[in-house]
Nanobody, 114 residues
């Protein structure tokens, strides 16, 4: 089970840090990703971190602004979001899996005002 937290309301240019905690699942043994879904739009990939080796991938729209990281001791994955833009407004979901993202959290709302 995955639990996402850390969302909220922020002005453009500000920062938020999302956290995803796992129970019954070891993040270090799984690839973990963040996705987001804005109102009226399809869910889109934001960032991922590979299992075992912490190599990260990012959507072009967030490169240089967002950083995904994993804390194996706490079994959490975080998404540091800097220089937020109104277009970052969405519900953010964390997901984990081996060859596919089989496990999903409930989502946390991020709203960025202009």
């Amino acid at each position: 089970q995955l639990q996402a937290s850390g969302g909220g309301l922020m002005q453009a240019g500000g920062s938020l840090r999302l956290s995803c905690a796992a129970s019954g699942l070891t993040f270090s043994a799984h690839a973990v990703a963040w996705f987001r879904q804005a109102a009226g739009k399809e869910r889109e990939f934001v960032a991922s971190i590979r299992r075992i080796v912490s190599f990260a991938d990012y959507a072009e729209s967030v490169k240089g602004r967002f950083t995904i990281s994993r804390d194996n001791a706490k079994n959490t994955v975080s998404l540091q979001m800097n220089s937020l833009k109104p277009e970052d407004t969405a519900v953010y979901y964390c997901a984990a899996g081996l060859s596919a993202y089989d496990f999903w959290g409930q989502g946390t709302q991020v709203t960025v005002s202009s």
